[in-house]
């Protein structure tokens, strides 16, 4: 029997225990089964090398108009039992739930293509070489980050007959190499993520990295204020990252918490976002956590809002359907759209022709002779007169997210552009912008042609990203304060 | 230690012998040290909306992590099942992971030397919250959103959590350790939603106050006698002046100064970071172990301690997750910066003789350098002292946004509310107030500190790769800073 098999039996023989217990209730149950294996190093040499295989399984109730939710990691059929018994409890103490949306019925999902067997059983020696590789690659400079693998997979079961399940696998790299000047460290950035570990090159990524890394020594202090910029992929992240959890959460839209108002031209016309939790090149999900199929969706349409994440719950309110982006715990906060890509120059479909995380895995020769990560960022670069390189961005917090004021930092690097060429290295600033504005009709200068897979420190999720040049960021801070 | 309640069928499964057992197969796979932690964990949520109840969630937990030492080089690997054969292979698969480290190896892992200690420790409980009925806390979260909503909020929220940890630590030298940590906290909050912009106050902290507490935490902070102020607060801030933006003097009250010491010196003294451990992610660190000792972090108004032994306070423990027993120590001395939050292996690094800073979150994650209740010792003063003291400046208190840079000099936060101060007193309320500094600028220049510690409990504090969730302790007091940068906008 396949693992996916018995997840499936593990969901049933839950709805199964609940129907013997509670004849009559309404219950839905998610089985997931993760292997996350994750080298870190720091300082050039793995320090922290961990692996965990864990299986939980997930059991929403509704019972006499109450609602309860449970979770164990003890999955045999004792400890299946007792969950169902204290959510049974809890549910039947609970206050009354008038909102309760009701189950997904039945449905098709999705497929998608089969994992990766590599990436999804790789051993630690696979992940050590390529930090080897990495390592080796910054020719002695100092290096620190992480490779990851990550197996997921997921079965779904509820008393009205949807059942479900996907397996998918990931691998990551992000890691920085640190040039040492004075007493301080300037410091390079590369990231990838992809459903083949294959196409994550160690030796491709640090010389990336050092070469920002070199590029970056000497950084010097300019004063804050409005800049034009062009933003790496690795920043863009960030934008795709707060709209998703601020903007496009339908829950936050109906409360009136959201700027988006769908119909609405919020965005400039070059700007197009889809959800593709379908897409094979990233972690692909072919259902939700209350078992609704999940299929690819546009958000923004060419600059025109185009819809917003619902669970059940929140699509009732809003008097909607579910989006299929439901997650765990989802309840208070929202529904997220978790697979965002910004799609690139170019691409008016964006959809994926195989399982590799970066557009073009053969175009890295030849472009990390310097800070710019690749050509299509200095296609970017050279139409500039006088802004900023940014690599990264850091620590952003949300001052207000009906605008979507952000503060925050860049990091991993900043350089000067006049004229249409890097001339400068500089120091980090603070901003605080409206990402909504940056982005608003007029504001986006370019879009670049080239995207990728980047990976998420905390989420199961995978967006995609080219790079933005946009005509105005608000930096409100320096070194000096 | 009681069995496994809530599944009670591990009544009969020895959680010792399950670590022991892990830590044999890893030295008998080539480990040189090892250790097991067995963690048994529930939990329980609710979270309340405008009178009704959106989540109410109860989940348990049980697994055990190893660790082992090969070489040069660390392995972790962790299970959620705790039958023998699955403990044993959990250890060798940690020793062959660190086995592969060693393809980047790296200087000799050192350990500074311990007594291995043995013992029971649990945290203060008056009132077990998993024993307090469902219903009762439901109908207090529904009954106070409900009242907030009825005062003018927009939308109304509150919510509680519950931790009950119950671990069992072996390792390779001798320690034999088993703790009982229960967890509990709840807040509210109220927001209104205004022309383009939403404001929001909250009670008594951000996401709430938490402790190492039972039940009685809760039922202390009274939350009903304070719902209908937050929402009037809330819809007051709509209309409300913006706060000023300039250089001036502010006076943070105790909730937000958790806040800054939390990013501003908790994190910039973990010893991790500052040997670069946490570079790519997390980051690194301003201070320089060279001038341990020497450096002026603060004002002499400043003196801070790393303290797992405060009765109640979220941070506190009785031994962390290598064994080491929990001990006061001070961190900044009259300003002066003195010590580190350690574990045994980056200490050994340092040169340092201590440890005693190393916590994970849960069976499956790696034991990592984390804060424990890093705070603020009492000043001689009063907040109306302050106040009164201040011809011009602006009062803020209760976080409503964060964010520093890498190394935890540069930090930019923002409250829920402010108030200016003119001639002395507290005059019109300000809303979205923020402020901005560098971190041993900004100490340095606090000159006024509050005498009446409230020990904060921040729950949420992500750190580590994969992300770990940390719950950490901030005693607090209000205090006042000269020459800072308000009113920072977009």
């Known amino acids: 029997m396949s693992d996916e098999q018995s997840l499936v039996d593990k969901a049933a023989e839950l709805i199964e225990l609940v129907r013997s217990m509670a004849p009559g209730a309404q219950a839905e149950a998610t089985v997931d089964a993760t292997e996350l294996s994750l080298t870190r190093f720091a300082n050039s040499f793995i320090h922290q090398n961990v692996a965990d295989a864990s299986t939980t399984v997930r059991l929403r109730l509704h019972v006499d108009g109450r609602t309860a939710t449970g979770g164990s990691s003890i999955v045999d059929t004792s400890g299946l039992h007792a969950l169902v018994e204290r959510t049974l409890a809890a549910a039947r103490l609970a206050p009354l739930d008038p909102q309760w949306p009701g189950l997904a019925p039945p449905a098709a999902v999705p497929t998608v293509p089969a994992v990766d067997e590599q990436t999804a059983y790789a051993e630690p020696d696979a992940r050590a070489a390529r930090v080897r590789d990495f390592v080796a690659a910054t020719d002695g400079l100092e290096a620190a980050g992480y490779c990851s693998t990550l197996r997921w997979a997921r079965a779904f079961a509820n008393s009205l007959g949807q059942s479900a399940a996907s397996v998918s696998a990931l691998a990551s790299m992000d890691a920085i190499a640190r040039q040492a000047g004075g007493d301080r460290k300037f410091d390079g950035v590369a990231r990838l993520s992809s459903a083949r570990l294959s196409d994550l090159d160690g030796a491709r990524l640090g010389a990336r990295a050092a070469a920002k890394a070199r590029a970056q020594e000497g950084a010097t202090e300019l004063p804050p204020g409005r800049y034009e910029v062009v933003l790496e992929p690795t920043a863009v992240f960030d934008l795709l990252d707060n709209l998703a959890m601020f903007g496009f959460n339908g829950k936050a839209v109906h409360e009136g918490r959201s700027f988006v108002e769908v119909g609405e031209a919020q965005f400039d016309p070059s700007v197009t976002i889809v959800d593709d939790p379908l897409d094979p090149r990233g972690l692909a999900a072919t259902f939700d956590v209350e078992g609704t199929p999940k299929s690819r969706r546009t958000f923004v349409d060419a600059g025109v809002s185009a819809a917003v994440a619902h669970d059940r719950r929140s699509a009732a309110l809003a008097g909607t359907v579910s989006t299929g982006h439901a997650m765990t715990g989802g309840a208070s906060w929202g529904a997220v759209p978790l697979n965002l890509h910004l799609l690139p120059a170019g691409d008016n479909a964006g959809t994926a022709t195989s399982l590799a995380g970066d557009d073009h895995p053969a175009a890295g020769a030849g472009e990390v002779d310097g800070p710019v990560a690749d050509a299509s960022v200095a296609a970017l670069v050279a139409g500039v007169e006088r802004g900023l390189l940014v690599s990264d961005f850091w620590y952003t917090r949300v001052l207000d997210p009906r605008t979507l004021v952000i503060t925050g930092l860049t990091r991993n690097g900043v350089w000067l552009i006049e004229n249409g060429v890097v001339t400068l290295p500089v120091q980090n600033f603070r901003f605080t912008q409206s990402y909504p504005q940056a982005l608003a009709a007029g504001a986006v200068l370019g879009v670049g042609t080239h995207a990728i897979g980047l990976p998420s420190g905390w989420q199961a999720l995978c967006y995609r990203a080219p790079a933005l040049r946009l005509a105005s960021w608000n930096f409100t801070g320096n070194p000096s304060g | 230690m009681p069995d496994l309640d809530w599944h009670g069928r591990l009544g009969d499964v020895s959680e010792y012998g399950a670590a022991e057992a892990a830590v044999q197969a890893a030295l008998d796979a080539g480990a040189s040290y090892a250790d097991a932690r067995v963690m048994h964990r529930r939990t329980e949520s609710m979270d309340a909306r405008n009178g009704e109840i959106e989540e109410l969630s109860q989940d348990e937990d049980l697994g055990i992590g190893v660790r082992a030492l090969v070489g040069s080089s660390w392995g972790f690997f962790a299970v959620p099942d705790l039958s023998d054969a699955a403990v044993r292979s959990a250890g060798a698969r940690a020793a062959a992971i660190a086995a592969a480290s060693a393809t980047v190896p790296g200087p000799a892992v050192a350990r500074i030397p311990t007594t291995p200690a043995s013992g029971s420790w649990s945290s203060p409980c008056e009132v077990d919250p998993l024993s307090v009925a469902l219903s009762e806390k439901g109908d207090l979260l529904v009954g106070l959103t409900a009242t907030m909503k009825a005062a003018g909020a927009d939308q109304a929220e509150g919510s509680y959590q519950i931790w009950d940890t119950r671990k069992w630590f072996v390792s390779s030298e001798g320690h034999r350790i088993d703790q009982r940590i229960r967890e509990c906290g709840a807040g509210i909050a109220a927001t209104a939603v205004g022309d383009g912009e939403t404001q929001r106050r909250s009670y008594p902290s951000y996401r709430g106050q938490y402790g190492t507490r ?57 010893l991790d970071r500052i040997l670069g451990w946490e570079a790519a992610f997390a980051g690194t660190s301003w201070l320089d172990l060279r001038q341990l000792g020497t450096l002026r972090y603060g004002s002499e108004l400043m003196n801070i301690t790393i303290d797992p032994t405060i009765p109640g306070a979220l941070g506190s423990f009785g031994f962390d997750d290598e064994g080491t027993p929990a001990a006061a120590r001070d961190a900044v001395r009259e300003g002066i910066w003195v010590g580190v939050l350690a574990g045994r292996d980056s200490a050994a690094v340092a040169g340092l003789d201590y440890g005693g800073s190393v916590r994970a979150d849960g069976w499956a994650r790696l034991p990592m350098v984390r804060m424990t209740n890093v705070g603020l010792e009492p000043g001689p003063h009063t907040l109306d002292e302050m106040i009164a003291a201040t011809e011009d400046g602006v009062y803020m208190d209760i976080n409503r946004s964060w964010s520093i840079d890498d190394k935890r000099l540069n930090f930019q936060f923002g409250c829920e509310i402010g108030w200016e101060i003119k001639n002395g007193k507290l005059g019109r309320m300000l809303r979205n107030p923020t402020y901005t500094g560098i971190g041993p600028q900004f100490w340095q220049s606090m000159d006024m500190l509050g005498r009446e510690v409230t020990a904060w409990g921040t729950p949420n504090c992500g750190k580590g790769q994969p992300g770990q969730v940390g719950h950490t302790g901030h005693p607090a007091a209000a205090a006042r800073f000269t020459g800072v940068r308000v009113g920072v906008t977009g």
């Open chain 2, 214 to 270: 039972g039940w009685e935490l809760v039922t202390g902070l009274d939350l009903a006698a304070h719902a209908e102020r937050i929402a009037d607060e809330a819809r007051a801030l709509l209309s409300a002046p913006r706060c000023p933006s300039g250089v001036t003097t502010l006076i943070l009250g105790s909730e937000q100064m958790a806040l800054q010491i939390h990013e501003s010196v908790g994190h910039a003294i973990e």
